[in-house]
């Protein structure tokens, strides 16, 4: 008698099979370390790749991620607008870990408190960048380090920010709850590129001015130049309010 469930249940069958364990009463995606949700997927995932081709598409179809208007991040930028040496700010950075849909909708709701921020201050660029396959110096990889040892929680993910008289940097990353990390599962499972050019679009109209996703002028004065195609993995997205 065969035993595996690929050999058992046809594709059909599966495929509840997947929806009932996948799919949560919320119909969202909790993003947080050790969720029901996020450990019964991890384990299905990892059975065996066929299964973890099958329920790729699952877990979005049935689930979708659901942000706090306004988010941990657009409270902590808020707050840091108040600081008089953040005014002083010129540049700032935000380094992703990933740059889809669900980190880009992250950053845009967050970002709308930066409006007040290159209003009041002299904030002149704002940088939002990851680079998954690009070799890390060693600064970076001390950077990484003290994220994940001394950054604080937002909305899921990690935070740290440093500044100099001019330039603030802020890391971002998942928190690694097992050794085989939501960084792979991610970028392997969940890459969602959907709905992209309309976060980027969002995200210029809260600022105006120009925005280059990797190093090409998209948008210029609330008017698209050039559609954008980012790199999620290596991309970068600049804008000049």
């Known amino acids: 008698m065969p035993t595996s469930l690929l050999e058992v249940f046809p594709r059909e069958i599966r495929d509840q099979i997947y929806t009932f364990v996948l799919a949560s009463?919320?119909?969202?995606?909790?993003?947080?370390?050790w969720t029901v949700e996020i450990a019964s997927s991890l384990s299905l995932l990892r059975t065996c790749k066929q299964i973890q081709r099958e329920c790729k598409e699952i877990i979005w179809h049935h689930n979708g991620l659901s942000l706090r208007e306004p988010t941990q991040l657009f409270h902590k930028f808020k707050g840091l607008a108040k600081h008089r040496h953040v005014r002083r700010i010129r540049q700032l950075k935000i380094c992703m870990e990933l740059l889809d849909?669900?980190?880009?909708?992250w950053?845009?709701?967050s970002m709308k408190a930066l409006g007040d921020w290159c209003r009041s201050g002299r904030l002149e660029s704002i940088t939002i960048?990851?680079?998954w396959e690009r070799p890390r110096g060693v600064d970076e990889f001390k950077e990484i380090l003290s994220l994940r040892k001394y950054g604080e929680s937002l909305d899921g993910r990690l935070y740290q920010d440093s500044s100099t008289w001019t330039r603030m940097v802020v890391n971002t990353g998942w928190p690694r709850f097992s050794h085989w990390g939501k960084q792979g599962?991610?970028?392997e499972m969940l890459l969602d590129l959907s709905g992209i050019d309309e976060l980027l679009k969002e995200i210029h109209h809260s600022f105006g001015g120009m925005m280059y996703v990797d190093g090409r002028l998209c948008y210029r004065d609330l008017v698209q130049i050039e559609a954008p195609n980012l790199d999620p993995r290596n991309g970068e997205i600049r804008v000049l309010p």
């Open 101 to 105: 849909r669900d980190e880009l909708e």
């Open 129 to 131: 960048t990851t680079a």
């Open 25 to 33: 009463s919320s119909r969202a995606v909790t993003l947080s370390p």
């Open 107 to 109: 950053i845009s709701a």
């Open 185 to 187: 599962w991610l970028r």
